[in-house]
T-cell receptor
């Protein structure tokens, strides 16, 4: 059974800092890994999707990497801004029934 | 604009009542999903559907029912059999279950009075 872990649960950084959010998974037979952003009381917004054949994806100030052998994915946020404050969730797709397993998320606060 | 529309955004229910949450997508996606989100527990899959007129139970299907009569619609009914229905409900869709990127609606918050 796939388990997805995101540690720490919360993170506070000053504006302008580069930061890395971590996502660990137990089953390396992963089809893809997706990162989402969730603002309070809102739905999830897809940020980046990395297929199993890829090692990383980039969108603006965001870069996500996938290392299947070590069971890790990272989301790198460059030059953080207060508007980046939100909860970031990762989810891995695995299994014969293509089940998506979510981490519990990391709540990021970027201080002005 | 293409996207997923959930309604209502907020819903209050008395104990013993069934309620139906609407989910409509105009992305032409084959697969649709319902998740429940509770504080500290992450997202849990209730039901999913890969094609019209077919759906499968997720991890916490008890007390819920769904239908998929049209490709663009996947309503969720929270029945009186659901013991703890107060939660944030999220509908999502993807082109296919095997590789597709998942897109979410804005969610519906159900509160049982």
């Amino acid at each position: 059974k796939q388990e997805v872990t995101q540690i720490p649960a919360a993170l506070s950084v000053p504006e302008g800092e580069n930061l890395v959010l971590n996502c660990s998974f137990t089953d390396s037979a992963i089809y893809n890994l997706q990162w989402f952003r969730q603002d309070p009381g809102k739905g999830l917004t897809s940020l980046l999707l990395i297929q199993s054949s890829q090692r990383e994806q980039t969108s603006g100030r965001l870069n996500a990497s996938l290392d299947k052998s070590s069971g890790r994915s990272t989301l790198y946020i460059a030059a953080s801004q207060p508007g980046d404050s939100a909860t970031y969730l990762c989810a891995g797709l695995t299994g014969a029934n293509s089940k998506l397993t979510f981490g519990k998320g990391i709540t990021l606060s970027v201080r002005p | 604009d293409g996207g997923i529309t959930q309604s209502p955004k907020y819903l209050f229910r008395k104990e013993g009542q069934n309620v139906t949450l609407s989910c409509e997508q105009n992305l032409n996606h084959d697969a649709m999903y319902w998740y429940r989100q509770d504080p500290g527990q992450g997202l849990r899959l209730i039901y999913y559907s890969q094609i019209v007129n077919d759906f499968q139970k997720g991890d916490i299907a008890e007390g819920y029912s769904v239908s998929r009569e049209k490709k663009e619609s996947f309503p969720l009914t929270v029945t009186s059999a659901q013991k703890n229905p107060t939660a944030f409900y999220l509908c999502a869709s993807s082109m296919a279950t095997s590789t597709g990127e998942l897109f979410f609606g804005e969610g519906s918050r159900l509160t049982v009075l």
